[in-house]
């Protein structure tokens, strides 16, 4: 019997089309479950950024992609808020805030729409209303921002990249402007806010500024903020958390961060809580000689999750302040600088954890990993000095020195009460000091750092420290002249019957 090649080469073609028709079936039905295969999105975070004046509602749309060579089956689709969720969602044309069992074909997508409902007029909404779309993939779980402003407000919302920067930022003073902040409605920051180089931002009296999680103010090299409080209203830095839980609660934002200044940037009549570190003043270049500090005048700062004040190489000048209630230090000053602090309260009475550490540091060295993970120490001379200041906590020793002989190492306590195992006797860094007693603030538990009527800190101030400083401290904080009785009294309060207000 004799084959021809006609009569091989056709089953051959007819084997051939079964297969590549069996293969493609496999690749647009067979649901792959690889925990490799991932969704992608068209944003990872979806704003509604409409200032609304009446009640609002606006539609967003956000697109999901399967980038994979596979059909995937997202198990679950859902609103983290379920149904009581300011945002809607519409997931493939069906309105749920759940649905399960969604399945998406190689290099096909599908729509989700959001709708917001807010009245930015009600007074009791946050300042930022969030939520998020999660989506559950092969045991992947993926999420999408929902974020929408809760109330009338001045927003700032980060839209810029920076390489070392962990979240998006916006320049709210551009190079070579001034701008002012009036005390007309809230300032909200999302991301970073960032003042550049030769500008200026100017916050009037009374004006709230607010952070949203892991948001901060950079005031970058060479760029300056003023902020001029005044006693009956005073600018405050906290968190867009407006529930009565949140008004103590640390670590709600990240911090306020000032490179070199072009002037001195200035704080006066402030309060600024509730953040990751309060102040962190540092020169980009540590050698760079400083011309230029950092003041800071009747200013509160407190409830921070790690620092209050911290500085690297950095020139402050700091009256009738307080520094207050922190996990870690109150004040940390590093690689030097030069530092002028008179009648100012350092009181760390932190209840969040256990405090094992100091909460007054001064040091002319820093030492950190580089890129590598190497350590680097850099170094700084150190010249500092405190007058008619208390600082005193509920660890046994609340000072911590750090030298480096390499460099110098200058520090005077003069008129000042502190809580210390320390001997001063005889030691020339402590002029009249005295050490361990309890100055008695009227209630530190609500962050009360004023002298009760006992205080051992009553009238044992330093006339000099009041005629040699840079502004006028013959007033305390509350506007209580200092030289009325026998004497000033230690830190940032004179005492008065009945403890003031808190």
Request: glycine share 8%; aromatic share 12%.
């Amino acid at each position: 019997m004799k084959v021809t090649s006609s009569g091989v080469l056709y089953p051959i073609f007819l084997l051939i089309t079964a297969i590549l028709i069996i293969s493609s079936c496999r690749k647009d039905d067979i649901i792959d479950s690889n925990p490799a295969y991932k969704l992608t999105f068209s944003t990872d975070t979806i704003i509604f950024d409409t200032v609304f004046t009446t009640i609002g509602s606006t539609t967003r749309a956000l697109k999901i992609y399967n980038r994979n060579n596979s059909r995937v089956n997202i198990s679950r689709i859902y609103v983290s808020g379920g149904s009581s969720s300011n945002f809607e969602v519409n997931i493939n044309g069906i309105p749920a805030s759940s649905l399960n069992n969604i399945e998406l074909a190689a290099d096909d997508s599908l729509y989700i729409f959001v709708r917001v409902n807010v009245d930015p007029t009600n007074s009791n909404s946050p300042l930022v209303i969030t939520d998020n779309i999660f989506f559950e993939t092969n045991g992947n779980k993926q999420d999408v921002d929902l974020v929408a402003w809760g109330q009338d407000a001045h927003f700032f919302v980060g839209d810029q990249v920076l390489e070392g920067l962990a979240y998006k930022y916006k320049v709210v003073a551009p190079e070579g402007e001034s701008v002012l902040w009036e005390d007309d409605k809230p300032y909200v920051i999302y991301g970073w806010a960032v003042i550049d180089s030769a500008a200026t931002l100017t916050i009037g009296p009374g004006v709230d500024v607010h952070f949203h999680q892991n948001s901060g103010l950079w005031v970058y090299r060479g760029g300056n903020i003023i902020v001029n409080g005044e006693r009956d209203s005073v600018v405050t830095f906290q968190g867009d958390r407006l529930e009565p839980e949140y008004q103590n609660q640390s670590g709600q934002w990240d911090r306020i961060w000032i490179n070199e200044g072009s002037v001195n940037n200035q704080f006066n009549y402030a309060v600024i809580k509730n953040g990751f570190i309060g102040l962190q003043a540092e020169t980009l270049d540590a050698d760079e000689d400083l011309v230029n500090a950092l003041i800071l005048r009747n200013t509160i700062v407190k409830n921070m999750s790690r620092w209050g004040l911290f500085t690297i190489a950095y020139a402050v000048v700091a009256e009738n302040s307080i520094f207050a209630n922190c996990a870690e230090n109150t004040m940390i000053l590093t690689v030097g600088g030069f530092y002028d602090f008179k009648h100012c309260t350092f009181a760390n009475y932190w209840s969040g954890s256990i405090r094992q550490d100091p909460s007054f540091t001064l040091s002319n060295n820093l030492t950190y990993l580089n890129s590598e993970g190497q350590p680097v120490t850099v170094l700084g001379p150190l010249n500092a000095k405190f007058w008619n200041c208390i600082v005193y906590g509920n660890v046994d020793e609340e000072l911590l020195f750090s030298e480096d002989e390499a460099v110098a190492f200058n520090y005077t306590f003069d008129h000042c009460l502190l809580k210390t195992e320390v001997n001063l006797d005889n030691d020339p860094h402590f002029i009249n000091c005295i050490k361990n007693e309890d100055p008695l603030f009227v209630d530190y538990g609500v962050n009360n750092y004023r002298l009760d009527t006992l205080s051992p800190a009553s009238d044992i101030g330093s006339l000099a420290a009041i005629d040699s400083a840079y502004f006028d401290v013959s007033v305390d904080l509350e506007g209580i002249s200092r030289l009325a009785d026998d004497g000033p009294d230690l830190g940032a309060y004179e005492f008065v019957p009945g403890g003031g207000q808190n």
